[in-house]
């Protein structure tokens, strides 16, 4: 079972930004992990069934990866991310006369409080060269050069024994991102021990800080949709009413921000109230109800059009055959072949019209949510 470190890997970028976060997110519910993360931790699964046990990916076909109440199947389908990962991964050990492997090991430079797991940790053949290797399976280019993530690692694994004894001849430390949904697949980054010892300073200087400083970094932060520096930040930009191009664009450099921001704090009301949690001024609602047919066979029958002008690839929703029936001068009351039906669930004020929904009946929209 996986150890939780209050300052790990995933979250040394955020750390060196905005070292308050971790006090921000103490005691906050942990999201559900959405599709993309669950597939990314399946194919971080999967690399370590193939260098522990020396296989290929093919071999592990038909795998089952299970987090929480979570599965996920290794299909033909991830394969080939699979292959591409494992056959870069080689060409590095190769490429750096890399011997002796360590497959995720656990280090820890605090105990239960900073560490986490690295995907591979190699040393040459001559003890000299350290390769600190990460993979990433998303489509957001990530690179090796003064790595946050690495950077920890490096001097975690110094620091804990398990590993220590891995850094007495080094002279050099590679870090190495493999992304095979990126182009070239792999960036690399040489650095020296200096370097390590310089991060390491730096990094443990901020371990229990509480300042907040809100920006990009804020993406995944468990605390953004309650953190009230980001907020104030966010309301008192000045987007509009400017006709100053550096102002305007400032402003546009912001929209980005802005959406992510607006759009984690809709989902983690969602969230919360989805729950039981009650939010002064807002209710869960049906979204907008749309008209669907009862039964597409009977309205073929029943209304009195060519196929032709029903269908286009499917037929015609109720709105839209009714604009074709006038077009067309044909009579046809719908009303008795059509249903109003939501598409879902949503947020709304107090002062909508519609009723509120019981937070119990909407529990299955929550993992298509995260998804």
């Not at 006090?23 to 690399?47: C, D, T, V, Y």
């Not at 309301?235 to 400017?242: A, K, M, W």
């Not at 749309?290 to 309205?299: M, N």
């Not at 598409?343 to 949510?369: F, H, M, P």
Request: glycine share 6%; with cysteine; aromatic share 8%.
């Amino acid at each position: 079972m996986a150890i939780h470190l209050t300052y790990g890997g995933s979250t040394a970028h955020r750390t060196l930004n905005c070292p308050g976060w971790v006090k921000k997110s103490e005691n906050l519910p942990k999201r559900p992990a959405g599709q993309a993360a669950l597939e990314g931790s399946m194919l971080h699964e999967i690399m370590e069934l193939c260098q522990r046990d020396g296989l290929e990916p093919s071999y592990c076909l038909g795998h089952v990866y299970k987090e929480n109440n979570q599965e996920l199947t290794f299909t033909d389908d991830d394969l080939p991310l699979a292959e591409i990962a494992f056959n870069a991964t080689c060409g590095l050990m190769d490429a750096h006369d890399i011997e002796t492997l360590e497959v995720e090991p656990f280090v820890q430079y605090i105990k239960g409080k900073v560490g986490g797991s690295i995907d591979l940790l190699g040393l040459s053949f001559d003890k000299k060269t350290l390769l600190i290797l990460d993979y990433k399976f998303g489509s957001v280019k990530v690179t090796a050069k003064e790595s946050p993530n690495l950077g920890l690692y490096a001097f975690s694994a110094r620091a804990d024994k398990a590993t220590a004894d891995l850094f007495d001849k080094v002279e050099k430390v590679i870090f190495a991102i493999v992304q095979p949904r990126i182009r070239g697949v792999v960036d690399t980054w040489t650095t020296d021990l200096e370097w390590v010892d310089d991060y390491e300073e730096t990094f443990t200087s901020l371990l229990n800080r509480i300042d907040l400083h809100p920006g990009k970094h804020c993406n995944y932060c468990p605390a953004e949709p309650f953190c009230e520096v980001k907020r104030l930040s966010i309301v008192s930009s000045n987007l509009l009413g400017t006709e100053e191009h550096s102002e305007l664009k400032a402003a546009a450099d912001l929209v980005e921000e802005v959406e992510a921001w607006v759009k984690r704090v809709k989902e983690e009301l969602y969230l919360q109230m989805s729950r039981g949690v009650q939010i002064d001024g807002y209710k869960i609602v049906e979204k907008r109800k749309t008209r669907r047919w009862l039964d597409e066979s009977v309205v073929e029958q029943k209304i009195k059009l060519p196929k032709k002008d029903m269908y286009k690839t499917t037929l015609l929703s109720p709105a839209q055959m009714e604009k074709v029936l006038k077009k067309k001068k044909v009579t046809c009351d719908l009303t008795e072949f059509v249903e109003l039906k939501s598409s879902g669930t949503t947020i709304a004020t107090d002062d909508d019209s519609r009723e509120a929904v019981i937070a119990s009946d909407v529990q299955g929209e929550l993992k298509n949510l995260m998804n």
